[in-house]
C-alpha cells in the first residue's frame, strides 16, 4: 500500500481526491491511499470532504514524516514551501509527484539529483499541458528518437487572449480585461502574457527531448502585450494567423528555447488551435511529426496528469525524471547567437510620403536582408500608413541591425514590431 499526501488543496490539489476518490477509487483499491493533507487554511471549504485525512499546518513537516510514500506537492511556486518540502521528500528517498513547471524550470537539476542521489522518484506530467501527456509521451514513447524540433502553444490566457482578439475584432487590453473579470487571467497577469509561464513549460521539454539542464538563463522570452489588432489583420492578409509559440530546436550550436509571438501559417498544425487550448508538435526521426493536443489546465485535466503519476508509481513504472541522470544533462545555448536563422515578420507605421519603402528596403539591403512579400495599408491608417513585410530566412543578428536602422529612419512612427515566422513543421530523417 502507498500512502500518499497532498500538500496544496487549491483548484488541482481539490481535484485531485476527487479523482482518487471516484472514478479511480475502484480501480487502484487499497494500493494507494490518502494518508495526509497540507494547506495554508484548515477553515477553508474545499468542496471535498477532508476530515478523513492528517492534517498539517506545514507541507515540509508532511514531506519528512517518514509514513508518507510519495509526496503529492501542488503548491507551486519555484522557491519557498513547495521546493522545501519536494527537496526534504526526496531526500529522504520518497517519491514526489508535481505540477509545479516553475520548481522544475529553476531547479530542475537539482532535484534530479536528489532522486539520483537517494533512489527516489520525480514525476511531472501534469508540469506541462496540464491533460495533454506530453512529458510521458517525450521521454518514454519516443524514447528511440532524435527529436529535431519542438513547438507549442502551452499558455492558454494567451492563446484565449489572441484568439479572441482576431475572433472578436478587439485590442489586447481588452480582451486581458475582460479574462480577468472572468477568472481566465491572473489579477497580475506578467506571467503569463509577458511569456515566462510558457518559458518554463518549453525548458522542461526541451530538457527532456534534448538531454539537457531545464535552463531558465538560456531562454529568451517575449510576450503578447505589443501585439495589436492590426498585426493579427495584416498577417491574417498574407496567409498567417499570430500565435504565443514555445520553441525549442537543435541547431549546430545546440539546443536553443525561446517563447515569442509569431506568425504560423494557415495550414501550420499550430494555426487551428483556439481559445485556452494547449497543443505542441514535435518533428523527430525517425517518428516523423506528432501533434498533441487538449485542455492545458482546469482541475480535472491537470488532476488527470498528476493521477496518471500515482498510478505510474503504483505500478512500480518509475522514470528518470528527465530521462538520463542528472550529471549527464548537457546545458543548452542561448537563443539569437551565432547560427540562429529566421524568416521575419516586420510591421512599421510610417509616414505617407515618397521614397520610405526605398529607405526601408535599403536599410534591409544593407544587412543583407531580402523582401519576400511586401504590402502597404492605407485602409488600415491609425495616424500613420501601415507597412508590413516578410523577410527570407536569414540570420537574427542580421534581421536585428536591419530593424534597428529602419527604427531610427525619420518617416518611421513607431517602434517597429517584429516578429519569427513559423515554418510548417517537416519530418527530417
Ligand atoms: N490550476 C491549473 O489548471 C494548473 C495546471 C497545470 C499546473 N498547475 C500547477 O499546479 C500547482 C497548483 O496549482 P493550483 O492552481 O491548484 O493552485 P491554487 O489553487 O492556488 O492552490 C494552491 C494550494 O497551495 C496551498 N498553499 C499555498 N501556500 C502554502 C503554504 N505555505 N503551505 C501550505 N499550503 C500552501 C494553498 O492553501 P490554501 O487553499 O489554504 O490557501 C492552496 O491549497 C501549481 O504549481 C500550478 O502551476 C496548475
Given at each position: 500500500?502507498?500512502?500518499?499526501?497532498?500538500?496544496?488543496?487549491?483548484?488541482?490539489?481539490?481535484?485531485?481526491?476527487?479523482?482518487?476518490?471516484g472514478?479511480?477509487?475502484?480501480r487502484?483499491?487499497?494500493?494507494l491511499?490518502?494518508?495526509?493533507?497540507?494547506?495554508?487554511?484548515?477553515?477553508?471549504?474545499?468542496g471535498?470532504d477532508?476530515s478523513?485525512?492528517?492534517w498539517f499546518?506545514?507541507?515540509?513537516?508532511l514531506?519528512a514524516?517518514?509514513?508518507?510514500?510519495?509526496?503529492?506537492e501542488?503548491?507551486?511556486g519555484?522557491d519557498?514551501?513547495a521546493?522545501r518540502?519536494?527537496t526534504?521528500?526526496l531526500?529522504?528517498?520518497?517519491?514526489v509527484?508535481?505540477a509545479?513547471k516553475a520548481l522544475?524550470?529553476e531547479h530542475?537539476?537539482?532535484l534530479?539529483a536528489?532522486?539520483?542521489?537517494h533512489g527516489?522518484?520525480?514525476?511531472?506530467?501534469?508540469a506541462?499541458?496540464?491533460g495533454?501527456?506530453?512529458?510521458?509521451?517525450?521521454r518514454e514513447s519516443l524514447?528511440?528518437?532524435?527529436?529535431?524540433?519542438?513547438s507549442?502553444?502551452?499558455?492558454?490566457?494567451?492563446n484565449?487572449?489572441?484568439s479572441t482578439?482576431?475572433?472578436?475584432g478587439r485590442e489586447?487590453?481588452?480582451?486581458l480585461?475582460?479574462?480577468?473579470?472572468?477568472?481566465?487571467?491572473e489579477?497580475?497577469?506578467s506571467f503569463d502574457?509577458d511569456?515566462?509561464?510558457a518559458g518554463?513549460?518549453i525548458?522542461l521539454l526541451?530538457?527532456?527531448a534534448?538531454?539537457?539542464v531545464?535552463s531558465?538563463?538560456?531562454?529568451?522570452t517575449?510576450g503578447i502585450?505589443?501585439?495589436?489588432?492590426?498585426?493579427?489583420?495584416?498577417a491574417?492578409k498574407?496567409?498567417?494567423?499570430?500565435?504565443?509559440?514555445a520553441t525549442?530546436?537543435?541547431s549546430?550550436?545546440g539546443?536553443?528555447t525561446?517563447?515569442?509571438p509569431?506568425?504560423v501559417?494557415f495550414?501550420?498544425?499550430?494555426?487551428?488551435?483556439?481559445?485556452?487550448?494547449?497543443?505542441v508538435?514535435?518533428?523527430?526521426?525517425?517518428?516523423?511529426?506528432i501533434?498533441?493536443?487538449g485542455a492545458?489546465?482546469g482541475?480535472g485535466?491537470?488532476?488527470s496528469?498528476v493521477?496518471?503519476?500515482?498510478?505510474?508509481i503504483?505500478?512500480?513504472?518509475?522514470r528518470?525524471p528527465?530521462g538520463v541522470?542528472?550529471?549527464?544533462?548537457g546545458?543548452p545555448?542561448?537563443?539569437?547567437g551565432?547560427?540562429?536563422?529566421?524568416?521575419?515578420?516586420l510591421?512599421?507605421l510610417?509616414?505617407?510620403?515618397p521614397?520610405?519603402?526605398a529607405?526601408?528596403?535599403?536599410?534591409?539591403?544593407?544587412?543583407g536582408?531580402s523582401?519576400d512579400?511586401?504590402i502597404?495599408?492605407?485602409s488600415a491608417?491609425?495616424?500613420?500608413?501601415?507597412i508590413?513585410?516578410?523577410?527570407?530566412r536569414?540570420?537574427v543578428r542580421?534581421?536585428?541591425a536591419?530593424?534597428?536602422d529602419?527604427g531610427v529612419l525619420?518617416a518611421?512612427?513607431?517602434?517597429?514590431?517584429v516578429m519569427?515566422i513559423?515554418?510548417i513543421p517537416r519530418?527530417?530523417?
Amino acid at each position: 500500500m502507498l500512502r500518499v499526501g497532498i500538500a496544496g488543496l487549491g483548484t488541482v490539489g481539490g481535484g485531485l481526491i476527487g479523482l482518487l476518490r471516484g472514478t479511480l477509487a475502484e480501480r487502484l483499491g487499497d494500493r494507494l491511499v490518502i494518508d495526509a493533507v497540507s494547506a495554508r487554511n484548515r477553515g477553508r471549504s474545499r468542496g471535498v470532504d477532508i476530515s478523513a485525512y492528517r492534517w498539517f499546518d506545514d507541507p515540509c513537516e508532511l514531506a519528512a514524516d517518514p509514513s508518507i510514500d510519495v509526496l503529492v506537492e501542488l503548491i507551486g511556486g519555484s522557491d519557498g514551501p513547495a521546493r522545501r518540502a519536494v527537496t526534504i521528500a526526496l531526500t529522504r528517498g520518497a517519491r514526489v509527484v508535481t505540477a509545479n513547471k516553475a520548481l522544475l524550470a529553476e531547479h530542475g537539476a537539482e532535484l534530479a539529483a536528489l532522486v539520483d542521489a537517494h533512489g527516489g522518484a520525480l514525476a511531472f506530467e501534469a508540469a506541462v499541458g496540464g491533460g495533454v501527456p506530453v512529458i510521458k509521451v517525450l521521454r518514454e514513447s519516443l524514447a528511440a528518437n532524435r527529436t529535431t524540433s519542438i513547438s507549442g502553444i502551452l499558455n492558454g490566457t494567451c492563446n484565449y487572449i489572441l484568439s479572441t482578439m482576431e475572433a472578436q475584432g478587439r485590442e489586447f487590453a481588452d480582451v486581458l480585461a475582460e479574462a480577468q473579470r472572468l477568472g481566465y487571467a491572473e489579477a497580475d497577469p506578467s506571467f503569463d502574457v509577458d511569456g515566462m509561464d510558457a518559458g518554463h513549460k518549453i525548458a522542461l521539454l526541451a530538457a527532456i527531448a534534448f538531454g539537457n539542464v531545464p535552463s531558465v538563463a538560456a531562454l529568451e522570452t517575449h510576450g503578447i502585450r505589443d501585439v495589436s489588432l492590426l498585426d493579427i489583420r495584416l498577417a491574417a492578409k498574407l496567409g498567417y494567423r499570430i500565435k504565443l509559440i514555445a520553441t525549442a530546436e537543435r541547431s549546430p550550436q545546440g539546443v536553443r528555447t525561446r517563447v515569442a509571438p509569431a506568425l504560423v501559417p494557415f495550414a501550420h498544425p499550430l494555426a487551428g488551435i483556439g481559445g485556452a487550448l494547449n497543443a505542441v508538435v514535435i518533428s523527430a526521426s525517425p517518428v516523423g511529426v506528432i501533434t498533441l493536443t487538449g485542455a492545458g489546465a482546469g482541475a480535472g485535466p491537470t488532476a488527470s496528469a498528476v493521477a496518471s503519476d500515482l498510478i505510474d508509481i503504483v505500478e512500480g513504472d518509475v522514470r528518470l525524471p528527465f530521462g538520463v541522470s542528472a550529471d549527464r544533462l548537457g546545458q543548452p545555448v542561448a537563443a539569437g547567437g551565432a547560427g540562429d536563422e529566421e524568416r521575419a515578420f516586420l510591421r512599421l507605421l510610417v509616414d505617407d510620403r515618397p521614397g520610405v519603402i526605398a529607405a526601408v528596403s535599403n536599410a534591409l539591403a544593407k544587412h543583407g536582408v531580402s523582401i519576400d512579400a511586401l504590402i502597404q495599408d492605407p485602409s488600415a491608417a491609425v495616424g500613420a500608413v501601415p507597412i508590413v513585410l516578410t523577410t527570407h530566412r536569414r540570420d537574427v543578428r542580421a534581421i536585428d541591425a536591419a530593424v534597428a536602422d529602419i527604427g531610427v529612419l525619420d518617416a518611421v512612427t513607431a517602434p517597429p514590431l517584429v516578429m519569427r515566422i513559423e515554418d510548417i513543421p517537416r519530418t527530417v530523417t
